[in-house]
């Protein structure tokens, strides 16, 4: 087993055990959002719902929500358009991840 799948896969469960959890977009993620209508002149916040492996061509993905949007679409996004809370335990994984 390739030493890199097998870190992606236990940092994809650890960020599963704290979901769902809000997060908010990266200005090119807020740039799509506001392309399609869901972000006004603000960082919209959004909930993360799932987080995936999606191969060596497309890395880490989640699926999230926009919190202010009613009625109730998800959009799949790369996990590095995505900024989880500091504060919170997984965001520090992730930020160890990339050093």
């Known amino acids: 087993m390739d030493f890199s799948y097998a870190s992606r896969g236990s940092l994809v469960q650890n960020l599963r055990r ?17 392309a399609r209508g869901y972000a006004g002149r603000g960082s919209p ?12 061509a497309a890395g880490l ?11 109730g679409s998800s959009f799949i996004a790369p996990l590095a358009q995505v900024a989880l809370q ?8 992730r930020a160890a991840r990339q050093r």
């Open 61 to 71: 993905m989640c699926r999230f929500a926009v919190a202010e949007d009613g009625d």
């Open 18 to 34: 704290t979901l769902p959890r809000p997060a908010y977009p990266r200005p090119a993620l807020v740039a799509l959002l506001r």
């Open 45 to 56: 916040q959004l909930i993360v719902l799932d987080v995936f492996d999606a191969g060596a």
């Open 86 to 93: 500091r504060r919170h335990p997984a965001a520090r994984l």
